[in-house]
């Protein structure tokens, strides 16, 4: 039979049917002390953006605009049901009303962005060219006209939700999302960091630290979709690709809950840089998605 080494103090006192204590984890105050970490919070702050947090907040009304996952989309007269390059309708996925936002520097104060996906296995991205994906996003700078709402699935379709990260309840009536201002700070594993701490990251003593700081940023923080700030990821940061450091503007950052799933837990997000933002120039956007 295998033996477990154990450490000579542990071992006495389970000989003697005492239960050792277990050390406390250290808190962030504690943590904090520690100049490493200290040093990394500060790089943080100096690299926080504001964002808008969208929570969860029930059944959307059937509306042409508001912001929600899934639901009923608004199209104009004789517009086609958005199809991918084989023709098959893709999966709406969401939108935002950026009139019911709090105003966010740089991103629209009015108009909706709509957002749609290829009804394939990996959700219509292209892992190696985030640009190049199966979607689409389409900017209404006004809604209204003639046009009417259609529910979460093309007339006549079958499955059109096989193949999305949506539940089929989110399709059916979609999930309005509350908007709340924030501000967010890039997490370890944004290749922001990379660029700038690569000295501090590849100490093991001080990165080990580092990284528990942002283990507990993550137990306190509340993870949820956002506009704005930094994207998320779990696995890593496609940006340190040299091809799209500069995209730098969450348009639209999903994550899993109760009514959207990407793969097993993970999330996706939607970005632009921020001279074609600036432009409202939306024909180059990035999607990404990832998961555990």
Same mark, same amino acid.
């Given at each position: 039979?295998?033996?477990?080494?154990? *450490?000579?103090? @542990?071992?006495?006192? =389970?000989?003697?049917?005492?239960?050792?204590?277990? *050390?406390?984890?250290?808190?962030?105050?504690?943590?904090?002390?520690?100049?490493?970490?200290?040093?990394?919070?500060a790089w943080q702050a100096k690299h926080s953006l504001p964002a808008i947090e969208l929570e969860p907040a029930g059944p959307a009304p059937a509306?042409?605009?508001?912001?929600?996952?899934?639901? *009923?989309?608004? @199209?104009?007269?004789?517009?086609?049901?958005?199809?991918?390059?084989?023709?098959r309708p893709m999966s709406? @996925?969401?939108?935002?009303?950026?009139?019911? @936002?709090?105003?966010?520097?740089?991103?629209? =104060?009015?108009?909706v962005l709509q957002f749609f996906l290829a009804r394939d296995d990996l959700y219509g991205a292209n892992f190696e060219k985030p640009e190049a994906g199966k979607f689409r996003v389409i900017w209404r700078e006004k809604l209204g006209g003639p046009g009417r709402l259609h529910s979460g699935r093309p007339a006549g379709d079958r499955g059109i939700d096989d193949y999305s990260p949506l539940y089929d309840a989110t399709v059916a009536r979609g999930i309005a999302l509350k908007p709340k201002r924030t501000d967010q700070v890039p997490?370890?594993?944004?290749?922001?960091?990379? !660029?700038?701490?690569? =000295?501090l990251l590849n100490d093991r003593a001080k990165s080990d630290r580092i990284y528990a700081f942002?283990?507990?940023?993550?137990?306190?923080? =509340?993870?949820?979709?956002?506009?704005?700030g930094h994207p998320g990821f779990t696995q890593s940061d496609? !940006?340190?690709?040299?091809?799209?450091?500069?995209?730098?503007r969450v348009l639209l950052n999903l994550w899993s809950d109760d009514h959207i799933m990407w793969g097993d837990s993970g999330q996706g997000q939607f970005m632009i840089r921020r001279e074609d933002l600036l432009k409202r120039d939306f024909s180059k956007i990035f999607y990404q998605w990832d998961c555990y």
């Open positions: 039979m295998k033996r477990l080494l154990l *450490p000579a103090a @542990l071992a006495a006192a =389970t000989m003697f049917g005492c239960t050792p204590a277990i *050390p406390a984890e250290p808190t962030m105050q504690e943590l904090l002390r520690d100049p490493a970490v200290s040093e990394f919070a509306t042409a605009g508001g912001t929600r996952i899934g639901g *009923p989309v608004w @199209l104009a007269a004789g517009e086609a049901w958005p199809a991918d390059p084989e023709g709406f @996925l969401a939108q935002v009303d950026f009139a019911e @936002l709090p105003p966010l520097p740089d991103y629209p =104060t009015s108009g997490s370890v594993e944004s290749w922001l960091a990379e !660029r700038d701490l690569a =000295t942002a283990d507990k940023q993550i137990e306190l923080a =509340t993870q949820g979709h956002h506009v704005g496609w !940006r340190a690709d040299k091809r799209y450091q500069d995209v730098d």
